[in-house]
């Protein structure tokens, strides 16, 4: 069975540019995670998606961050427009409905300078 | 107070010993508990679910102290694969809910 992956595994960009990033989880998982490490820190949890819909959010920093789940596959989550301490790892995470564990993908690796 | 607290080490223990690794964490509403282990620019990979009294897997068993908000995990017989950071990990809501880290243990296995 396939992993979580993600795209892609790092990325440079500018204060002010945008950045997507794209989330695979494991096939037939309703269940999608988004969390971030940010240096020095513990991993947080940004998102959760059950299918298309957010089923909670309240880790998202601020509006500048927006994440999709367009027919319940992939993920894409957006910065725009990215700041310095948007710098971190994102990592996305899957898991079956009705259960408790996730799996994670190999996270993107975003600078922002 | 962090929600999961973690010792951060590192420890550094020869190959074949035993090592402990404690956590503690603050929601008394938590229903379920996680090891994880990561290794350097790596993911998470999940090492144990922790649902009950505790549970064993190979040289891995991990404990849970509901009443005093307690996890740990034994590693036996140490091997060198097994230098790593092992996060404690925390599930405050139902099924699929979002996870709480700690800031994870680092082990270093030496010859």
């Known amino acids: 069975e396939a992993g979580v992956t993600q795209f892609p595994s790092h990325s440079v960009i500018e204060k002010g540019q945008t950045v997507t990033l794209r989330c695979d989880p494991i096939?037939?998982?309703?269940?999608l995670y988004w969390y971030r490490r940010v240096m020095g820190k513990e991993i947080k949890f940004l998102l959760h998606?059950?299918?298309?819909?957010?089923?909670?959010e309240s880790g998202m920093p601020n509006n500048r961050f927006l994440a999709e789940r367009t027919g319940g596959t992939y993920s894409t989550l957006k910065v725009q427009p990215a700041e310095l301490e948007d710098s971190g790892v994102y990592f996305c995470?899957?898991?079956?409905?009705?259960?408790?564990?996730?799996?994670f993908g190999p996270g993107t690796r975003l600078t922002v300078t | 107070r962090k929600e999961v607290e973690q010792d951060p080490g590192p420890f550094n223990v020869p190959e074949g010993a035993t090592v402990a690794f404690n956590c503690t964490y603050s929601?008394?509403?938590?229903?379920?508990f996680f090891w994880y282990r990561q290794d350097c620019r790596k993911e998470p990979k999940l090492l144990m679910s922790?649902?009950?009294s505790g549970n064993e897997d190979g040289r891995f068993t991990a404990q849970l102290n509901r009443a005093s908000q307690y996890i740990s995990l034994l590693i036996r017989d140490s091997k060198l694969s097994d230098s790593a950071t092992y996060l404690c990990?925390?599930?405050?809501?139902?099924?699929?809910?979002?996870?709480?880290f700690g800031t994870g243990t680092r082990l270093q296995v030496t010859l």
């Open positions: 096939s037939g998982h309703d269940n």
């Open positions: 929601n008394s509403a938590s229903q379920s």
């Open positions: 922790v649902y009950s």
């Open positions: 998606f059950v299918k298309e819909s957010k089923q909670d």
């Open positions: 990990v925390v599930n405050t809501g139902g099924t699929a809910s979002k996870l709480t």
């Open positions: 995470a899957s898991g079956h409905a009705g259960t408790y564990e996730q799996y």
